[in-house]
């Protein structure tokens, strides 16, 4: 089966860091809403509307939002951020991720984010402009021109 994306597009050029951070906004706002729905359901009917804490509930957030996030990435390329901002991620050669280039995104971002955004930062002295979950993961994240259509 063949992962490449139906469209391709001469004039796709590689995503300027600002739109990637207005996505990343976008994006964050729905996870922080993800997040805290998802501890209020489990505090509620798993601990009695007590805090929930240790290491297996933070395996569960820490899992859910890879699912959250490799479920649009492998679907359609495009977070709903990502699709606001007209953004696609994609490999190398233009083709969707799949479940390895998916945990290798979502693993080194967390490193990257873990390094003060050492890794993030890495895109403005990049000459292609990739961060270290992109090099890590053969993706990279482009811009759709206008006339795209962003929804398959």
Known sequence: MSRAF???????KI???LKRLGAFVY???IIVALLMV????????????????????QSFLFILLYVFLSYFWMRNGQTLGMLAWRLRVQTTEGER???VKCL?????????????????????I???????????????VVELPKNAKILE
Not at 106 to 116: D, E, K, Q, R, T
Not at 126 to 140: E, L, N, P, R, V
Request: aromatic fraction near 14%; charge should be negative.
């Open 6 to 12: 139906k469209e391709t597009y001469d004039d796709i």
């Open 15 to 17: 995503a300027s860091p």
């Open 27 to 29: 994006d964050m706002m």
């Open 38 to 57: 998802s501890t209020g359901i489990i505090t509620m009917a798993f601990n009695d509307g007590e805090a929930v804490e240790g290491p297996l509930f």
């Open 97 to 99: 991720l799949n479940f």
């Open 104 to 124: 290798l995104r979502y693993i080194v971002g967390w490193i990257s984010l873990l390094a003060c955004g050492v890794g993030f930062l890495w895109m403005f």
């Open 126 to 140: 990049s000459k292609q402009k990739m961060t270290w979950h992109d090099m890590a993961s053969g993706t990279h």
